[in-house]
């Protein structure tokens, strides 16, 4: 489903933005099931920073997604509709799409910080979807927004399961608070090469 306005006049405004409803239902299913599966399947690595692995600060497994895996080209085309609505209201280039599924387990948690690997400045927007298949406010997790690297939180975003989050990935300091549950994304960025 397309962008609505709202929700770009809210990242214009604010820089991100949040929705529960733009994602299909039936999307979540297909996109939790592949994570269920590949989950059982053992397929995640331990996450990294720039310097390698870093579990102090950042203690999470992903899977990078490929476009011409049969059985993952479908989700880039949903990322795809969101990169041309993005780009398109924004006026900008941001022609590549990079994606991958992370896990957290209890405990786990990703340190703040900002979407710019080695202060590439080549991501443009972050986006994430959330696939676990329950969430409770006591599960703790919350994706949390900072007004700088030294500032002070402005928002705090549960992880709802089909929650659909877009921020700017230049400007939007953020950090994953310690889960105590199971902890499931779909998550990526709109980029250059
Ligand atoms: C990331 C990240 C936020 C989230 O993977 O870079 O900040 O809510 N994820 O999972
Ligand atoms: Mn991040």
């Known amino acids: 489903m397309e962008i609505p306005q ?96 992370t896990h957290y387990s209890p405990g786990q948690f990703y340190d703040l910080h900002c979407d710019q690997p080695q202060g590439q400045e080549t991501r443009i927007f972050t986006f994430i979807v959330y696939l676990h298949d329950e969430w409770q406010s006591h599960f703790g997790g919350e994706l949390s927004i900072y007004s700088g690297p030294q500032g002070h939180e402005v928002e705090r975003i549960e992880p709802r399961p089909g929650r659909v989050v877009f921020f700017k990935s230049r400007e939007i300091w953020h950090q994953v608070r310690e889960t105590h549950f199971h902890r499931i994304s779909l998550t990526g960025w709109f980029r250059h090469p």
């Open 6 to 101: 709202r929700l770009l006049d809210s990242m214009a405004e604010k820089g991100w933005a949040y929705s529960d409803e733009i994602l299909d239902p039936l999307d979540l299913q297909r996109l939790q099931q592949l994570a269920r599966h590949r989950l059982t399947t053992d397929s995640f690595r331990p996450a990294q920073v720039a310097s390698g692995r870093a579990p102090k600060i950042r203690s999470d497994s992903l899977l990078w997604l490929d476009p011409s895996h049969p059985q993952e080209s479908w989700i880039f085309n949903i990322l795809e509709a969101w990169r041309q609505n993005l780009t398109q209201f924004y006026f900008v280039s941001a022609p590549e799409i990079e994606a991958h599924m």
